[in-house]
């Protein structure tokens, strides 16, 4: 279910809320205040319950996705049902980049993994405000070279490293964004179920449990149903580094 929300219900504008919002998105948190007021004119603001598909009507929309609150999941499938997650998105961040560009078919699909609160910018909006600036092309370009490393070091990853380090290195990742450290460790504040972790990593199911089992003998995360705490992430940190 979707809804757009020209005004919240404690009666805060839509254009107040994307305006700080963005404002903690890296890609827009410098920009001036004319240009982002000039973006946010086209932007779109939804509110979207826990596993509904954006863009459902149009995959190929060429609109960027910043994430206020909840959770994006990026995916894809394969013809025969099998399903690839990329990413899991949470606030402060923006995707796809390279929508940017012209005629680019991307096989993603986009959900929200928790009731989530999304901003659609029409890419056509944001390149007419960087062709009106181009200082802030650079912004861009640091994100996706950063986009880049990242993809690059997930994909010598699954290549080259065991199935345990593996799934140390994707909680460890998760844990940068959606970690809140309590008296129990740092604690993975997003729904993560033993499928969402398969599906990430490419993994059946039953690998993906034994590998969490052994974490949890050892002491270095805690289970709870679709939960999971890092008690020791210094522990975490050299399995996910095992050659």
């Known amino acids: 279910m979707t809804q757009t929300d020209p005004t919240l219900a404690d009666g805060t504008d839509s254009a107040a809320l994307m305006t700080r919002a963005l404002r903690l998105v890296q890609l827009f948190s410098t920009w001036p205040d004319a240009r982002l007021a000039q973006l946010i004119r086209s932007a779109r603001l939804h509110r979207y319950t826990r596993r509904t598909q954006l863009l459902s009507d149009d995959r190929h929309k060429r609109e960027l996705l910043a994430v206020v609150s909840g959770c994006l999941e990026i995916s894809s499938s394969s013809a025969q049902g099998r399903k690839y997650v990329n990413t899991l998105l949470g606030a402060g961040q923006v995707a796809p980049l390279v929508r940017l560009l012209d005629d680019v ?7 929200a993994h928790e009731d989530s609160v999304i901003v659609h910018l029409p890419c056509d909006a944001v390149i007419a405000v960087l062709d009106a600036e181009p200082v ?15 993809s690059v070091a997930l994909l010598q990853n699954q290549m080259l490293a065991p199935v345990r380090a593996r799934v140390a290195a994707t909680l460890l990742s998760l844990a940068q964004i959606y970690g809140a450290q309590d008296q129990g460790g740092l604690d993975l504040r997003v729904r993560l ?3 969402d972790l398969a599906a990430m990593l490419s993994l059946s199911r039953q690998t993906i449990n034994k590998e969490l089992g052994r974490l949890v003998e050892e002491a270095v995360i805690e289970r709870r149903y679709k939960h999971i705490t890092i008690v020791d992430g210094e522990a975490l940190r050299r399995i996910a580094a095992l050659p």
């Open 105 to 111: 078919p991307l096989p993603y699909d986009y959900h």
């Open 193 to 195: 179920s033993q499928n």
């Open 136 to 150: 802030l092309w650079r912004g861009v370009a640091q994100l996706a070279l950063q986009r880049q490393r990242q």
